[in-house]
């Protein structure tokens, strides 16, 4: 049983060895880490103009009343994009 144990042993401490006397693995270029870009400000929309063709006088004064909300709503993307544009802008370094 003696003989049995110390064979064993006497290959795995061989086997453990075995390593030791292999080449080292070729070092990996190590690659730089790619730059994380955040756009924390809303993407832009074009603004639209709504068509018409106003025939008479309360036509015209609803396609009035509806080219004035448009200009608004477009109005108030520009200032949103330009306040954020504003922060970002001051919090860098």
Not at 9 to 32: D, E, F, R, V, W
Not at 63 to 78: D, I, Y
Request: with cysteine; glycine share 2%; hydrophobic share 40%.
């Amino acid at each position: 049983m003696k003989t049995k144990t110390l064979n064993a042993g006497a290959i795995l401490a061989c086997l453990l060895l075995l390593p030791a006397c292999s080449t080292p693995p070729k070092p990996q270029a190590i690659q730089p880490a790619r730059p994380i870009v955040l756009q924390p400000c809303p993407p832009v929309v074009a603004c639209q103009q709504p068509a018409g063709s106003p025939k008479t006088n309360r036509q015209l004064a609803q396609s009035l009343l509806e080219t004035r909300q448009a200009l608004e709503t477009c109005a108030a993307q520009v200032d949103t994009v330009a306040a954020c544009q504003q922060r970002t802008a001051s919090q860098r370094p």
